[in-house]
């Protein structure tokens, strides 16, 4: 549509009635909710059975609003629809998931989201991290060029255990240590100047661990940017890769103008500001939520673009 057909469209719904504009409001939320289950058919054709891997299934009827599939493998005979292997499988209420990604969208807070969905605080919770699965997942994200890579911390956090064991619980999620790096969880962040980025979260992060990582996701080809540490350095020496270290004691921020690691610092100031909107995040959950704001870095992913992102990972082609 032209943006001059669109405000003209805006002049004329701003003179209809409240109880209209509340009428075709609910409408073209109701529309945009129905695609939820449209996208989850037509996303992406799927010829293997999820279960066996068969590529002969057959239609077999609906099944809660979805289409149903039955593998003809004398073997397995087993029925699935769209979302069966999925990271969405198994839940419930398709009708709110684009109301509840909008919110994720806005990086709202779990009860906040709870409460503009309707729907119940668990709920929310068990949600976000099945949207984010695919994601958390496929971080093996290839780079080029100049990559640029240095390591972050965030406090340790026990969210959601009833017993801590090996330390002393903080009152009401207090403040770890600052001195004290057994309170820190590390993460290693590579990033290269297209934006794109991988992430490792190790608490024990070491040599072996930093060149198991990098190895398949940096191109040979690359220059390698990084501060001092001597992982680095060995590994750019083990795959013959250009090597550039910024070492801060010898006020050594930039070599000719281009080889720093400000972008990937930067980024690290960022997910650090977006992250502290969560009031602290529990350490098994903060995979979920590198991989959510790597999403933000590259582009600001639609209702239906998240949707696609969260079938297709497992996802094959279906018959028509």
């Keep these: 549509m032209k943006k001059a057909d669109l405000n003209a469209l805006e002049k004329t719904l701003a003179h209809l009635p409240v109880d209209l504009k509340q009428r075709l409001a609910n409408q073209l939320l109701g529309q945009i909710n129905a695609q939820a289950q449209t996208l989850l058919e037509t996303?992406?054709?799927?010829?293997?059975?999820?279960h066996c891997g068969h590529e002969h299934v057959v239609k077999w009827g609906h099944s809660g609003g979805l289409q149903r599939?039955?593998?003809?493998?004398?073997?397995?005979?087993?029925?699935?629809?769209?979302?069966?292997?999925?990271?969405?499988?198994k839940l419930h209420h398709r009708n709110?998931?684009?109301?509840?990604?909008?919110?994720?969208?806005?990086?709202?807070?779990?009860?906040?989201?709870?409460?503009?969905?309707?729907?119940?605080?668990?709920?929310?919770?068990?949600?976000?991290h099945r949207f984010l699965m695919a994601s958390a997942n496929a971080n093996a994200n290839a780079l080029s060029g100049i990559v640029e890579v240095d390591e972050t911390f965030f406090a340790e956090s026990c969210k959601g255990k009833r017993n801590i064991t090996h330390r002393r619980s903080r009152k009401r999620g207090g403040q770890s240590n600052r001195k004290h790096k057994g309170d820190k969880i590390p993460v290693l962040i590579a990033r290269d100047r297209n934006g794109n980025i991988s992430d490792l979260m190790d608490p024990a992060l070491n040599k072996t661990t930093v060149h198991a990582f990098l190895t398949p996701i940096i191109n040979r080809d690359s220059?390698?940017?990084?501060?001092?540490?001597?992982?680095?350095?060995?590994?750019?020496?083990?795959?013959?890769?250009?090597?550039?270290?910024?070492?801060?004691?010898?006020?050594?921020?930039?070599?000719?103008?281009?080889?720093?690691?400000?972008n990937v610092n930067s980024y690290m100031s960022r997910l650090k500001g977006w992250i502290a909107r969560f009031n602290g995040v529990g350490t098994a959950y903060l995979p979920s939520y590198l991989a959510w704001r790597r999403l933000f870095e590259c582009a600001q992913p639609t209702e239906e673009a998240w949707l696609r992102i969260a079938i297709g990972a497992n996802q094959q082609s279906m018959p028509t």
């Design 69 to 89: 599939y039955r593998c003809q493998s004398l073997t397995c005979q087993k029925t699935f629809n769209a979302v069966t292997g999925t990271s969405l499988a």
């Design 96 to 128: 709110k998931w684009f109301d509840y990604l909008r919110c994720m969208r806005d990086s709202l807070t779990l009860r906040v989201s709870a409460f503009r969905v309707g729907i119940d605080l668990k709920t929310a919770f068990r949600w976000r």
């Design 43 to 50: 996303a992406k054709s799927r010829h293997l059975c999820p």
């Design 223 to 262: 220059i390698l940017c990084s501060d001092g540490h001597s992982w680095y350095k060995t590994f750019s020496k083990s795959q013959g890769i250009a090597h550039h270290r910024l070492i801060t004691l010898d006020n050594q921020r930039v070599i000719g103008k281009e080889y720093h690691i400000q």
